[in-house]
Structures are given as C-alpha cells and as structure tokens.
T-cell receptor
C-alpha cells in the first residue's frame, strides 16, 4: 500500500463547476496535510494546508480533513481554465519535517 | 518573497560524469530536501538536511550524495551519472516544527544523462 494515494485522473470539469480531488493516506500519526498545484513543466506550488479535522476555506479552495478515515480532499469552486494543473497531496511523515507525496491528480477545466 | 533558487533549469551530461546540482534558499530555513520527480512515480526523496553539515538519506539515496556547508545552500552530487538518473530534480526548504508550513520548491532542474 502506498503511503499517499490519489486518483491519477484525468479529471475534467466544465468552467464554473466544482472540482473535487481526493487523497487517502496510511500513516495514522500524520499531523500535517498539504495540497500543491503543479503546472506542466513547473515546480509544485503550495496552495492549502490543513492540520485539524474539518474544513478550511481559502478563496475558491476548501480543504477537508478526516483523520479517522485517513482522508483529505480539495474542493475548487467556480473552476477556471487557469486551475488546469496536476494537484499533489502531501502528508507529513511521523518524523515531522518530511512529507510523503501522492502521484497527483491531473485536472482539466474545460471552457 | 520566499525563494529557493536552483542553479540550472536544464542540464545535459554524459554517462559517468560527476554532476553537481546547487540549491540556495533565502528564508533562513533549517530544513532542505532533494527530490526527483518521474512520471507515474511522483516525488521521491533522495536526501535531506535539518542543519548545517547534517544529512540524512531519504528513500532513494543510491548513486547520490549531498553537501550542506552553509545553512542556505544544499548541493546534490551525482557521483557517476547514469541514464536512469535522467529526471526532474526538485530542491525544497521548510521551517522547523510541525504546523510550521509546507515546502517551498525551487524551479527544478531537468537533467538528461546521455
């Protein structure tokens, strides 16, 4: 079992719709969870962090965490073509400062 | 603005060459990391460092070494480059402590070994 699992996609949504990206993790001791956006040919860019169960909203982005189910998700409301990218889920390892990364979900927003 | 700078965007090296990839951060972060990213495999940790002169092996250290002589600089060394080391190499830094935040990545170095 991989430490962090994501559906690779591709996920396609029409412009203005809600995109839902999901991630599961195996290390129950993990405490920090991050979402990165990576445009083609570019490096990952941090867009959301979440540390507690529940929802955290930042603009059009909402991160959701359920530690009991070992599940993290990212919702993108009012999706725009500029949101088309690969989204990486990252979960800290028990040792603290290192992270496991998922292989990413490719999102395409269709105008 | 927080910055992690990787010295080269693209590199082409020959098999057997010794290759140096440089990374500098200006955020006074304690932690620095080297990853490689390959299609279908995601990001894999090569080496990391929590302090000057300190280094720890990650998940795939074979064929690599690192150097951290100054807090802001973390170098990745390919001792004898091989074609299976063709990849995108990403340097990252982060502050210390859980909840302190995620990584800031450099722009990456795409290395081709021929």
């Amino acid at each position: 079992q991989k430490e962090v699992e994501q559906n690779s996609g591709p996920l396609s949504v029409p412009e203005g719709a809600i995109a839902s990206l999901n991630c599961t993790y195996s290390d129950r001791g993990s405490q920090s969870f991050f979402w990165y956006r990576q445009y083609s040919g570019k490096s990952p860019e941090l867009i959301m962090s979440i540390y507690s169960n529940g929802d955290k909203e930042d603009g059009r982005f909402t991160a959701q965490l359920n530690k009991a189910s070992q599940y993290v998700s990212l919702l993108i409301r009012d999706s725009q073509p500029s949101d088309s990218a690969t989204y990486l889920c990252a979960v800290n390892r028990n040792t603290g400062n290192q992270f496991y990364f998922g292989t990413g979900t490719s999102l395409t927003v269709i105008p | 603005d927080v910055k992690v700078t990787q010295s080269s965007r693209y590199l082409v090296k020959r098999t057997g060459e010794k290759v140096f990839l440089e990374c500098v951060q200006d955020m006074d972060h304690e932690n620095m990391f080297w990853y490689r990213q390959d299609p279908g495999l995601g990001l894999r940790l090569i080496y990391f460092s929590y302090d000057v002169k300190m280094k720890e092996k990650g998940d795939i250290p074979e064929g690599y070494s690192v150097s951290r002589e100054k807090k802001e600089r973390f170098s990745l060394i390919l001792e004898s480059a091989s074609t299976n080391q063709t990849s995108m190499y990403l340097c990252a830094s982060s502050p210390t402590g859980q909840g302190a935040g995620g990584y800031t990545f450099g722009s990456g170095t795409r290395l081709t070994v021929v």
